[in-house]
Structure formats: C-alpha cells, structure tokens
C-alpha cells in the first residue's frame, strides 16, 4: 500500500477508534449507574482510543519512511556487480543517481546498462516488500492498540489526564522540532563556513576591501586566487538597509500614531488594510518599479544638478525597500500603542497635559519596546531582501558609502554564489555559507540590542 493510502487509512481507523472508546465508555457508564461515576467523560474515553489507535502506527511510518530507502538502496547497492560496486565513492553516487533516475521514470543520456535496469528493477521489488511490510505492520499496530486501549476503559481509568498528557507530549514535539531545525542550520552553515575559513583565512574575509570570488580554472588565468574580502558586501548591505529604515521608521511609526491616537473608527478600519497591503505584494514587483520608474527618475533628477548618478543605484534599492517594510513598522507599532492601557493616558489627562503630550511622554514610551521589536522586524527584512537590490542596485561589490553608485548585498552574493552547477568544494561556493554565518551573527547581535532595550522599559513601565 502506498505510504499517502496507508496514511489515510490510519486517519480512518482512528476516528473509528474515537467512535467505539466512546461507545464503550457509554455501555461502561451504564453499568456503573451513570456516566457521572466515570473518572472522565464519555469523550475522552474515545479520543484516548483514537490517539492509540494512530500514535504507533504513524511512528513506525515515520520510521520506515526516515531509513527505508536507504535501506532498500543499500541492498540494491550490495547485489550489483563487483566491478560497479567496488567503484569509489563519487562514481558510484552517480550510479545511484541513475538508478533514481530509471526507477522514477526520467530518460538517461546515453544507452542503459543491463546491471542498471536490473537494479532499478530489484529497487521496485524491495520498495513493495517494503511497503507491504509497512501497511502489515502500521495496521496491526494500529488494530492492536485500539484493542487493547478498548480493554482498559473502566470507571478508574483517568483517559482524560491521559489525553492531555499526549497532548502535552505532542506541542513539546513540535516545540523540539522548531528548535532543533534552527540547531541543524546554524551546525549546518557553520560546518561549511569552517571548510571556508580553512581555505581562506579569517581575516582576509573580514577585513579584506576586494571581493571577487570568480575561481578560473587554469591558475594562469586572471583573477585565478579570487579575492574574499567581504567589507564591501556588507558595506552595501548596510547602506541599503539603514536607507530603507530611514524611509520606514518615520512613515510608518508616524502612520501608526494617528491611526492608534487621531483617527476615527470608520477611517482606521479603511486605512489600515490598505496600508497592509503593501506587505503583501511581491517583491519583483517592487523590484521592477524600482528598476523601471525610481531609478530612471532618480538619475534624471541627479543629472539636472550635475551629479553622477549610477543606472543601478543603492538609493533607488532602498527607498523602494523603505516603502516595503513600512506595514511592519506601521503594523505593529499601532498595535502596541492601542495595548498601552487607557489609564496611563487618563492619568496624564488628569494632570493638564494635552493630547501631542501625553503621546510624547506617556504612549510613546510605554510602546517603546514593541516599536523596537517592529523596527527589528522591519531590519531583519531589509537585511535578508534579494530581488529588488538584484534588480536595482546591481550585483557589482563596490566599496563605497555613495549612494548613488551601484552596490550590492550578502543575500544577493549568496544566491549568486550557488546558482548553476558548483562544486562544495571551492572557495566559491564556501563563500556563501561564510556571509550567511556573519548575517547570523549580525542578526543575533540585533535582536540581543533589542532584547535589552525591551527588559529595561518593561521593567520602567509596567
């Protein structure tokens, strides 16, 4: 059976589970004078069965279906003969690959060897026992589980300190798994970010003003060694994000207070959904009207002063840039400032200020921390956008605070760096997980900022 089939019939058999603990937990109920002498109701007699029913069987097929094929090709791998067998490692990785490749169906260059055709063909073989195996195993463990869980339903049985208790295990798996993700990136990016720095040296990319990390292939060709030093690269990146927060942060902290403090209820559940709607549209879009229309008008407008003005400019990367994150400045500063209780604003009533001075000395600071975590947010955002800086500011790492000129960002070198066919082996490649590692730990830094900040006016105001 087909692991999807088998899946939803596992769903199946457990709301039928659901179905008879219940019914069992009424017949019980009546027995015992009355459901009220049971421990738990009815309800959760049946969900206790249904979760047992589904629980081990879903287990062993995320068992099977995290170590099966590699089973099932190790034994596909041991039948072949010795000659394709004992090739090394890389070789033989590509046979495996066509075997893949005959097996799901997809034309291979070249004519097909008859070993290859008979290990596809082995692999098929190996796949259904597998998979017969599977649907024996999941539904016995499946059909098992309900049985016995069907037996022990009685008076004293606490099924719903139970239930919550799998309840209880299941948000933890999910918690466990979020964060063991985030563990596996971070090992992942600093594993060949190592790799990187073994080849080129820490402080060369540090603090080296050259970045061309073009690798030629004959060592007497030009720019053979490349040149890895990333100070250009995030010099560009700050400079289009510090743009796109100066763009953001007064417009949309600005929107954000008369929304929340001036605006009427008929106009601020019009404004607000359109505002919103700048998070939401794509961000090629954004990346042609700056390509198209602001960097043109940007250029003419400097030309008619005399200045010079690039045809890719960092300038015209972040004011559309600006113009994208103000929902997240705006957003989430007008909800922090309507949580700033009304007693704060009474109080300051109270005592004679006007309506700009309680904002200034009163809201204001006690939505200080939420407006730093949208302004975070809001960073975080520009730090991490690839396709309008592509698009408008050009992919050239120059050394330049000049906003005028062409720069270019880390996220724009990291897609550069790993589009196309690349070896994991070259400097080139490496590179991308050496600038996503610094990015990391630019972003740790932020956010340790912004927790700080948050920590000593929480503790001021509340």
């Known amino acids: 059976m087909n692991p999807t089939v088998l899946f939803i019939v596992i769903l199946i058999l457990s709301v039928a589970g659901y179905f008879l603990g219940r019914r069992k937990a009424l017949l019980v109920g009546k027995r ?52 394709i067998r004992d090739l090394p490692q890389d070789r033989l990785n590509l046979v ?19 070993a290859l055709i008979a290990a596809a063909d082995h692999y098929q073989r190996l796949t259904s026992i ?29 099924a719903r300190n139970q239930v919550e208790r799998l309840i209880q295990w299941f948000l933890i798996g999910c918690s466990s798994i979020a964060i063991f993700t985030t563990i596996g990136i971070v090992l992942s990016v600093l594993f060949e970010a190592i790799r990187f720095f073994r080849i080129i040296p820490i402080t060369d990319f540090l603090f080296g003003l050259d970045w061309s990390p073009q690798m030629a292939i004959r060592a007497d060709q030009v720019g053979s060694s ?66 198209l229309t602001v960097a043109p008008i940007i250029r003419g407008f400097g030309g008619s002063m005399g200045l010079d003005v690039s045809s890719e400019s960092a300038l015209a990367a972040g004011l559309v840039m600006g113009v994208m994150i103000i929902p997240f400045v705006s957003s989430l500063s007008d909800d922090v400032i309507n949580a700033v209780p009304q007693s704060l604003r009474d109080g300051a009533y109270g005592l004679g200020a006007t309506h700009s001075e309680t904002i200034k000395k009163v809201v ?35 050394l330049t605070v000049n906003p005028l000129q062409a720069v270019t960002t ?5 897609v550069t760096l790993l589009v196309g066919d690349q070896e994991f082996d070259s400097p080139k490649t490496l590179a991308a997980f050496a600038l996503g590692l610094v990015l990391f730990l630019i972003t740790l830094v932020l956010n340790v900022i912004a927790l700080y900040v948050v920590r000593k006016y929480r503790e001021q105001y509340e």
Not at 100 to 108: D, K, P, Q, R
Not at 134 to 150: G, H, K, P, R, Y
Not at 410 to 414: D, G
């Open 410 to 414: 880390v996220t724009v070198q990291i």
């Open 130 to 158: 597998g998979h017969g195996a599977l649907t024996l195993a999941a539904l016995a463990a499946s059909i098992l589980a309900m049985l016995l869980v069907q037996r022990k339903i009685s008076p004293r049985l606490r």
């Open 32 to 83: 015992a004078q009355g459901v009220r002498n049971m421990h738990s109701k009815p309800v959760y007699y049946g969900a206790l069965t249904g979760l047992w029913c589904g629980i081990p069987a879903l287990i062993i097929m995320a068992i099977w279906l995290s170590v099966g094929p590699n089973v099932v090709m190790d034994l596909v791998v041991e039948s072949l003969p010795p000659e």
């Open 96 to 114: 495996v690959n066509d075997i893949h490749n005959l097996v799901s169906g997809n034309i291979i260059s070249g004519e097909k060897s008859p």
């Open 226 to 291: 490349g040149a890895f030093g990333a100070i250009p690269v995030f010099l560009g990146t700050a400079v289009i994000s510090a743009i796109a927060l100066v763009v953001a942060v007064p417009i949309g902290l600005m929107s954000a207070i008369y929304l929340s403090e001036y605006a009427g209820k008929k106009f601020r559940a019009f404004a607000k959904p359109i505002l919103e709607i700048l998070a939401g549209v794509p961000t090629v879009v954004y990346g042609f009207f700056a390509a």
């Open 364 to 398: 204001l600071p006690a939505a200080l921390p939420g407006i730093v975590g949208g302004v975070l947010l809001a960073a975080s955002r520009a730090i991490g956008e690839t396709m309008i800086v592509v698009m408008a500011a050009g992919l050239a790492a120059n």
